[in-house]
């Protein structure tokens, strides 16, 4: 019987979003319901009881009334408006991995060359969580973090490895789980945002909690992409903090991204006058991170050269780089 109810609700609402284009003096609305509470069919017998106990809200009067009220009232085309409380059994996944084969992928991205640092262990890709991936980090080990701590003896991820990071979750969302690998080309990360540092305490193993979903946008993807960390309270009895760090959207294309070329001049190196010993005594940077060579600043704007004799940001030094975090 759902079966019927849900094909009979997406029927209604597919005939009324088309009465726009064939019929559009007219304003046609759907409105499906789900069991009630107090009044109707489902507040009599057995079925609030099973409900309950499935951990799924009815529809209570004083919300629903109310709600159609203002859709049959309201003027205009306001899309979707959806009503609901608990959801319960109805969003548990039958399958923890979101049937997933993440051993088939984890061991396809072990062997994969060049390696993905910044992803470690798949979890799962679950329906209504998406992808999820753990990797930890360990600051004594990579350069980008030891290297990198504004606080001294607190590493805090750098924002140019957070985005690697989310580029890479992305393309392990369309990667083969044989090999790895994409046929997909990251082309952008937009709409990054950084909620707060992700910083390594007394230069201690941290986690990344990684989420990813994908849209389609025309003939692109976009990964929306998250960072996060869940931080277990040492007093027994609290739930978990969970805290997000970065997130962003990544777009996907399905063919290579070109690059530019820049009509430019670069002056003689010996014509800067800022050394790289001076630039650096004002920031916190290590080796790894200490990218600029030369410098000067004139009236005319700043003018710098990148070093090209870094050491490794990374450990193995030769990983994958999708967004040249340096």
Same mark, same amino acid.
Request: one cysteine or more.
């Given at each position: 019987?759902?079966?019927?109810?849900?094909?009979?609700?997406?029927?209604?609402?597919?005939?009324?979003?088309?009465?726009?284009?064939?019929?559009?003096?007219?304003?046609?609305?759907?409105?499906?319901?789900?069991?009630?509470?107090?009044?109707?069919?489902? +507040?009599?017998?057995?079925?609030?009881?099973?409900?309950?106990?499935?951990?799924?809200?009815?529809?209570?009067?004083?919300?629903?009334?109310?709600?159609?009220?203002?859709?049959?009232?309201?003027?205009?085309?306001?899309?979707? /408006? @959806?009503?609901?409380?608990?959801?319960?059994?109805?969003?548990?996944?039958?399958?923890?991995?979101?049937?997933?084969?993440?051993?088939? $992928?984890?061991?396809?991205?072990?062997?994969? #060359?060049?390696?993905?640092?910044?992803?470690?262990?798949?979890?799962?890709?679950?329906?209504?969580?998406?992808?999820?991936?753990?990797?930890? $980090?360990?600051?004594?080990?990579?350069?980008?973090?030891? &290297?990198? %701590?504004?606080?001294?003896?607190?590493?805090?991820?750098?924002?140019?490895?957070?985005?690697?990071?989310?580029?890479?979750? %992305?393309?392990?969302?369309?990667?083969?789980?044989?090999?790895?690998?994409? !046929?997909?080309?990251?082309?952008?990360?937009?709409?990054?945002?950084?909620?707060?540092?992700?910083?390594? *305490?007394?230069?201690?193993?941290?986690? @990344?909690?990684?989420?990813?979903?994908?849209?389609?946008?025309?003939?692109? @993807? /976009?990964?929306?992409?998250?960072?996060? !960390?869940?931080?277990?309270?040492?007093?027994?009895? @609290?739930?978990?903090?969970?805290? #997000?760090?970065?997130?962003?959207? /990544?777009? $996907?294309?399905?063919?290579?991204?070109?690059?530019?070329?820049?009509?430019?001049?670069?002056?003689?190196? #010996?014509?800067? &006058?800022?050394?790289?010993?001076?630039?650096?005594? +004002?920031? *916190?940077?290590?080796?790894?991170?200490?990218?600029?060579?030369?410098?000067?600043? !004139? &009236?005319?704007?700043?003018?710098?050269? *990148?070093?090209? +004799?870094?050491?490794?940001?990374?450990?193995?030094?030769? /990983?994958?780089?999708?967004?040249?975090?340096?």
């Amino acid at each position: 019987g759902q079966s019927d109810y849900s094909s009979a609700n997406d029927l209604l609402c597919k005939i009324s979003s088309s009465m726009r284009s064939w019929r559009p003096e007219t304003r046609g609305i759907a409105i499906d319901w789900t069991a009630w509470g107090e009044i109707g069919m489902a +507040s009599r017998g057995s079925v609030q009881q099973i409900l309950e106990a499935l951990g799924i809200d009815m529809l209570p009067p004083e919300a629903g009334v109310p709600t159609i009220r203002r859709e049959l009232t309201y003027g205009g085309t306001r899309g979707e /408006v @959806l009503v609901a409380g608990r959801l319960g059994a109805w969003l548990e996944e039958t399958d923890p991995a979101g049937g997933l084969d993440t051993g088939k $992928l984890n061991a396809a991205l072990a062997n994969r #060359e060049p390696k993905l640092l910044m992803v470690g262990e798949v979890k799962s890709a679950r329906l209504y969580g998406g992808l999820e991936i753990e990797t930890t $980090l360990v600051p004594a080990e990579q350069p980008f973090l030891f &290297d990198h %701590a504004p606080d001294e003896g607190t590493p805090w991820l750098p924002g140019v490895m957070a985005t690697e990071t989310l580029a890479e979750l %992305a393309t392990v969302l369309v990667a083969r789980s044989e090999t790895g690998h994409s !046929s997909w080309h990251v082309a952008a990360v937009e709409n990054e945002q950084m909620s707060g540092a992700f910083k390594f *305490f007394r230069m201690e193993a941290r986690t @990344l909690y990684l989420n990813a979903t994908i849209t389609p946008d025309g003939d692109d @993807l /976009v990964a929306h992409t998250t960072l996060q !960390s869940v931080t277990v309270p040492k007093r027994e009895g @609290l739930p978990p903090q969970i805290k #997000e760090h970065f997130s962003a959207d /990544v777009r $996907l294309t399905s063919a290579p991204v070109e690059g530019q070329n820049v009509e430019f001049t670069p002056p003689a190196l #010996e014509s800067l &006058d800022i050394t790289t010993e001076e630039v650096y005594k +004002s920031f *916190f940077h290590g080796p790894a991170y200490q990218v600029i060579e030369r410098a000067q600043v !004139s &009236d005319k704007g700043v003018v710098a050269v *990148f070093s090209d +004799s870094l050491p490794p940001n990374t450990s193995p030094a030769d /990983v994958e780089s999708l967004v040249a975090p340096r």
